[in-house]
Nanobody
């Protein structure tokens, strides 16, 4: 069964950028929807971005549109999240999630559609 591992988190000043990476092990992302969610302390987990397994039409949460970019590298078997113009509001644990292979029904914005989750990587944006 595929597992996912996030990397790339850290501390950055407001206005800066970070690039997160989600790597698959024990399988590939080639037939899976992959998403990023985030969760700040004391708050619910919220949708950030997602990509379909074959269509190049990414989905974004309203708060990150125009600042974040999700991309897939099938050769490296990773899904990356480029985050620009970061603000303290973006501070959270960021989690990568993947669906089962070619799910019959995929709701990219819903955490319930994803069956595999990583441990998360912390992003902290200082003012």
């Amino acid at each position: 069964q595929v597992q996912v591992v996030e990397s790339g988190g850290g501390l950055v000043q407001a206005g800066g950028s970070l690039r997160l990476s989600c790597a698959a092990s024990g399988g590939t992302f080639s037939s899976k929807g992959v998403a990023w969610f985030r969760q700040a302390p004391g708050k619910e987990r919220t949708f950030v971005a997602a990509m379909h397994w074959s269509f190049n039409n990414p989905y974004y949460g309203d708060s990150v549109k125009g600042r974040f970019t999700i991309s897939r590298d099938n050769a490296k078997n990773t899904v990356d999240l480029q985050m620009n113009s970061l603000t303290p509001v973006d501070t959270a644990g960021y989690f990568c999630a993947a669906t089962a292979d070619r799910p019959f029904s995929w709701s990219p914005y819903s955490s319930r559609t994803y069956t595999t989750w990583g441990q998360g990587t912390q992003v902290t944006v200082s003012a």
